[in-house]
C-alpha cells in the first residue's frame, strides 16, 4: 500500500502524554500503539452490520477517548466518523484519493450514503461539517522511482466555500514535495512550527481560525499540565480516596471516585478497589452485579461459540464502567480471556487472508495452490468461528471438485469435505434455531 496505515499508526504513537486511544477496525488488525494500557481496540464486521460502525462509534464516546482512530475510511460508516468529529474528539482517519480535496469531498459522499449514520442525503451539511471539525489532510503516496513511501503533501481545511452551484472545501496548502530538474525531492513549506503555532513564509497568518484555536488551547493545557506536574499517579489517588469513603461507610461514593479515575486510565488497580466496594456494600450494588454476570455469561458464551468480534464488543461493554468490570472479572482476572479473544481474532483474520488468497488462486486455476493455503485451517481448528469455518469448507470443497475432474483427487476426498460442510451446515442452522427461541 501507499503507507496511510503506518502514517496513522506513526502519528498516533507520537501524541505526548498517556492518552486514551480508541482504534475502530473493520475486519482488520493494522493499527498498533505502544501504550496498551491506554489503548480500547474495537473490530466491527460491517459486511454483516452496516450500522455497526455507528453504535460502536457511540459507544466509543462514552469512555472517554482523547484520540478515536478509525481504520480505513470506506462507505457509510464515515457517517459515524463525522459524527464524533462533531462530538469535540479528536479523530484521525485514512481514505483513498489522489488530492486532499478529493480526500474531503470522497468522505463526505460516503458520509452521506444511504443507511449512512445522521448524515445520509445531507451533503452540504456533512461537508460543512467535516470542513469544520477536521483540520489537516496528509497526502501519502508509494514513489516506485526512489522505492518507498513518501508523505507528498500537507493541506489544512478552512472551511468551505461556494463555487458555482457547489459547495467546496477550501484548502490552504502547508507543504508539497519538489522534484528538481536534477531529480533531488525537496519540501515547498508555507509555514513551519514554531511555539506551537504556524509561521507562515509570507508573513500573513493563513491559519484557520478554528485550527488557531485548537492550537491556543493546546498550548493552554500544556501550560497547566507543567504547572501542577505529571508525576501524580491518579490511579492510586483515587485508590486512596475511595478507601477513606470506605472506611466511613460511603461505598456508593467511593465507587463513583473510581469509575471517574476509569474513565481517564483503565488501570487494573482500580477494578480490585472496585471489588472491595462491592463486598463491602453488595446490597446496594445488587442490581449492578446481576446484571454484570449476566453480561460475562453472554461473554463467555461467546467466546465458546468463537464468535470472537461479537466477545471482543461484549466485553468492552462490560469494561466500559469499572463496577461491572469487578463485579464480573472471573477468578485470576481477565488477562486469559482476553488472550484467548485475541488470538481468536488473529486467527479468523488469517483464515480470512487465505480464503481470500486460495480464491484468487481458483480463479487462475490452481486448485492444489488453493489447498495448500488453506491446509492450516481444517474442519477441527478450534480458535475460527463456525461461518469462518464454513467459507473455508466451501472453497476447499470446490478446489477438491476441480482436481477430481482432472483427476488429480481422490473422490473420497471430496466427499469427506462435502459431508464435513453438510453437517457444520446444519449445525449453524440449528444453533441460529436455538438463538431466535
Known amino acids: 500500500g501507499s503507507g496511510k496505515t ?15 486511544v480508541i482504534t475502530i477496525e473493520d475486519h482488520t488488525l493494522e493499527i498498533g500503539i505502544r501504550r496498551a494500557a ?7 464486521d460491517a459486511s454483516r452490520d452496516r450500522k455497526v460502525f455507528g453504535s460502536v462509534a457511540y459507544q466509543a464516546l462514552r469512555q472517554t477517548p482523547d484520540v478515536v482512530i478509525p481504520g480505513e475510511t470506506r462507505a457509510q460508516e464515515a457517517g459515524a466518523i463525522l459524527s464524533v468529529v462533531m462530538s469535540d474528539h479528536a479523530v484521525m482517519t485514512t481514505i483513498h484519493a489522489k488530492t486532499p480535496q478529493e480526500a474531503v469531498e470522497r468522505f463526505v459522499t460516503c458520509a452521506t450514503m444511504p443507511d ?8 452540504e451539511d456533512a ?17 516506485e522511482a526512489v522505492g518507498r513511501r513518501l508523505v507528498t503533501e500537507i493541506a489544512l481545511i478552512d472551511g468551505t466555500a461556494r463555487d458555482g452551484d457547489r459547495l467546496r472545501p477550501n484548502m490552504i496548502s502547508l507543504a508539497k514535495v519538489d522534484v528538481r530538474p536534477d531529480g533531488e525531492i525537496a519540501w515547498q513549506m508555507k509555514a513551519r512550527a514554531v511555539g506551537g503555532r504556524l509561521e507562515w513564509v509570507e508573513g500573513s497568518d493563513r491559519t484557520p481560525q478554528q485550527l488557531r484555536d485548537k492550537l491556543l488551547r493546546a498550548r493552554a493545557q500544556t501550560a497547566v499540565r507543567s504547572t501542577v506536574g505529571t508525576t501524580l499517579d491518579n490511579a492510586q489517588d483515587a485508590i486512596a480516596r475511595a478507601e477513606r469513603m470506605l472506611a466511613s461507610g460511603e461505598a456508593d461514593r467511593a465507587m463513583n471516585t473510581l469509575r471517574n479515575a476509569w474513565q481517564q486510565r483503565r488501570d487494573e488497580r482500580l477494578m480490585l478497589a472496585a471489588q472491595k466496594a462491592l463486598a463491602q456494600a453488595p446490597t446496594l450494588f445488587t442490581s449492578l452485579i446481576r446484571e454484570s454476570e449476566l453480561l460475562r455469561t453472554r461473554l463467555e458464551q461467546l467466546v465458546e461459540q468463537r464468535s470472537w468480534i461479537e466477545a471482543r464488543q461484549a466485553y468492552e461493554q462490560l469494561a466500559s464502567d469499572v463496577a461491572r468490570a469487578a ?3 472471573p477468578t485470576g482476572g481477565w488477562a486469559r480471556l482476553l488472550q484467548r479473544v485475541k488470538t481468536g481474532l488473529e486467527r479468523e483474520q488469517q483464515a480470512r487472508q487465505a480464503r ?43 478446489a477438491m ?11 473420497a476426498a471430496l466427499d469427506t469435505l462435502k459431508s464435513q460442510r453438510v453437517a457444520l451446515e446444519q449445525a449453524l442452522i440449528a444453533e441460529q434455531q436455538r438463538g431466535s427461541q
Not at 491506554?38 to 466491527?44: D, G, I, K, S, Y
Not at 449512512?116 to 451533503?123: F, L, N, P, T, V
Request: aromatic share 8%; with cysteine.
Open 327 to 329: 463485579a464480573a472479572m
Open 38 to 44: 491506554n489503548w480500547t481496540r474495537e473490530l466491527v
Open 127 to 143: 461537508l460543512r461539517d467535516a470542513c469544520s471539525g477536521f483540520d489537516v489532510v496528509i497526502k501519502v503516496d508509494f514513489w
Open 6 to 20: 503506518g502514517l496513522l499508526e506513526a502519528l498516533a504513537n507520537t501524541i505526548p502524554g498517556e492518552p486514551h
Open 116 to 123: 449512512s449514520y445522521m448524515y445520509e442525503g445531507r451533503y
Open 401 to 411: 471438485g476441480m482436481m477430481v475432474q482432472r483427476g488429480e483427487g481422490a473422490q
Open 356 to 398: 481470500t488468497d486460495a480464491e484468487a488462486a481458483l480463479a487462475i486455476g490452481q486448485a492444489r495452490n488453493a489447498l495448500e493455503l488453506l491446509q492450516p485451517f481444517n474442519a477441527a481448528e478450534m480458535e475460527l468461528s463456525r461461518p469462518t469455518l464454513l467459507t473455508l469448507l466451501r472453497v476447499r470443497e470446490q
